[in-house]
């Protein structure tokens, strides 16, 4: 700014606003990162929640497919004589009775399973019904195992025998038996992998509520 009398002239100086300072408030510092906000645990333990009960469902659906698949494998070859009559069905084993009985078991515990899992996601933070679950979770994955191992062992047989002891193998003759129970022993194998997954994310849970 500038003021004259006379020819003579003073010249002042006025600072300008610096508007950067105001503008910079704001704003980090450089080399400084903002830090992202972290998630909540509630919508963290709400999203576990969500699948697990997904793959509760699905745990279900292939244990119960598993238990129909077996218990109704029958198959009568087209011969017979006058005494005898060549058949198989799942009853004449005993491995298989208990296959088919331990699956439907598994499927009925986590149809009524489903109720708690969803109390697990409205109330996420809950630790109660996740406990239970877990403990029950455990004793239907070593039920679903034995029984899945135990048919497979039977199924091995009956596809390949055993000359050691003289068991021949029947799947030559019996081809659609021996599919139906080999496709029961592969649904119960995807249903303890289920119940596995099912498991592992019921202690991550536990370990974040």
């Known amino acids: 700014m500038r003021s004259g009398s006379g020819g003579h002239s003073t010249a002042i100086d006025v600072p300008e606003a610096d508007g950067r300072s105001a503008s910079s408030k704001g704003k980090l510092a450089p080399g400084m990162v903002a830090a992202a906000p972290l998630p909540s645990p509630a919508g963290w333990a709400k999203g576990v929640a969500i699948f697990d009960l ?4 699905c745990a279900m659906v292939a244990a119960l497919g598993a ?12 011969f017979f004589t006058q005494f005898f009559q060549f058949q198989a069905q799942y009853d ?8 088919v009985v331990s699956m439907a078991i598994v499927a009925g515990y986590l149809l009524l399973s489903l109720p708690f899992s ?7 933070r809950a630790s109660g019904p996740r406990f239970l679950l877990l403990i029950l979770d455990l004793i239907a994955l070593t039920l679903a195992t034995g029984a899945g191992g135990a048919a497979a062992a039977i199924v091995y047989l009956a596809h390949n025998g055993n000359a050691n002891t003289n068991w021949l193998a029947i799947c030559q003759q019996f081809g659609n038996f021996c599919q139906r129970i080999s496709g029961a022993v592969v649904g119960s194998f995807l ?3 289920l119940l596995a997954m099912i498991v592992v994310l019921s202690g991550i849970a536990l370990r974040g509520v």
């Open 118 to 124: 969803i109390v697990c996601i409205v109330r996420p």
């Open 54 to 57: 997904i793959f509760r469902i």
């Open 92 to 99: 004449d084993i005993p491995t298989f009775q208990f296959f």
């Open 67 to 78: 238990a129909a698949a077996m218990g109704t494998s029958q198959e009568s070859l087209p």
């Open 191 to 193: 249903a303890v992998a």
